[in-house]
């Protein structure tokens, strides 16, 4: 069995900061691509951010500048940092990943259980 878990959700002011964890754990060979996704009520899930094992990132316009991903291949951890957080930020937040478990050929999307972030004007 694979888990994602997050942690680092809560209520922030407008301008303010929070970091996001989201730990894997269980029988993992390696982890490719890690993501966090973000769902607002009443819209579609959307990727905020990515990076992939050697580093590289990826975000979507409305966080460049403001968002960092980040990872720790040897806690199987990738992190969100938020600065300048607005009230349109606030939504559910997923992380994910793309895991090989131990002993397995395919690679498998897993998420984790999302935490809420909440901006306030």
């Known amino acids: 069995q694979v888990q994602l878990v997050e942690s680092g959700g809560g209520l922030v002011q407008a301008g303010g900061s929070l970091r996001l964890s989201c730990t894997a754990s269980?029988?993992?060979?390696?982890?490719?691509?890690m993501y966090w996704y973000r769902q607002a009520p009443g819209k579609q899930r959307e990727l905020v951010a990515s990076?992939?094992?050697?580093?590289?990132?990826n975000y979507r316009d409305s966080v460049k500048g403001r968002f960092t991903i980040s990872r720790d291949n040897a806690k199987n951890t990738v992190y969100l940092q938020m600065n300048s957080l607005k009230p349109e930020d606030t939504a559910v937040y997923y992380c994910a990943a793309d895991i090989q478990r131990d002993g397995a050929r395919s690679v498998f999307g897993y998420w984790g259980q999302g935490t809420q972030v909440t901006v306030s004007s």
């Open positions: 990076i992939i094992s050697g580093g590289s990132t």
């Open positions: 269980g029988s993992i060979f390696s982890i490719n691509s």
